[in-house]
């Protein structure tokens, strides 16, 4: 399973967008972002939220399907 953080990440290159433009429209720090972006990060929701609301993207969660073997 791939990290939130990854994702954004992904989507940061492929719009072409830098970190530190998030962090100044935003309003945060552009090491703490980058801390929470990182493979191993436990970012808090509020910013993993900001940023993906930034970008024009919603959460949605779906429930797995049953593995039946």
């Known amino acids: 399973m791939e990290s939130i953080g990854k994702e954004i990440r992904d989507i940061l290159r492929k719009k072409k967008i830098s ?18 972006l990182m493979h191993s990060a436990n970012p808090e929701w509020r910013t993993i939220q900001k940023v993906i609301n930034y970008l024009g993207y919603e959460v949605k969660l779906v429930k797995k399907k049953e593995n039946r073997t």
Do not use: F
Request: proline share 0%; hydrophobic share 40%; net charge positive.
């Open 19 to 36: 970190l530190y433009r998030i962090a100044k429209d935003l309003g945060i720090a552009k090491e703490s972002l980058h801390r929470s």
